[in-house]
């Protein structure tokens, strides 16, 4: 399997295994969000709590020219370190929503 293969199924077997935590509110529907073809890959929360609208993204990762970025983090869970665990190098991994200036004091990927 080539490395852009591989990253997808990580990426896609991480969002299905968040979102079977985020299912657990009735009235609010976690959304699986794949464009293989784009490369993003999101979670989205959609519906009512408290008679309140939930709508929005609370995990955003996209593949870009070979590189994971992690472009939103809503959650509680540091997704950077599982997806070194589940196999993707660190240096492959960019912190989107770090400055460009920050990331180099990361000890995953800038870009």
Known sequence: MD???QYREI?????RQYAEISSLESDVETQI???TEGDHYQLMNVGWKNQRRIYGCFLHIDIKNSKVWLQHNGTEYE???ELVNLGIPKQDIV???????KRQFTDYGVG
Do not use: T
């Open 3 to 5: 490395k852009l293969a």
């Open 33 to 35: 969000v794949l464009d």
């Open 11 to 15: 990426i896609e077997k991480l969002l």
């Open 95 to 101: 912190i989107g929503f770090h400055s460009p200036f």
């Open 79 to 81: 997704v950077a370190e």
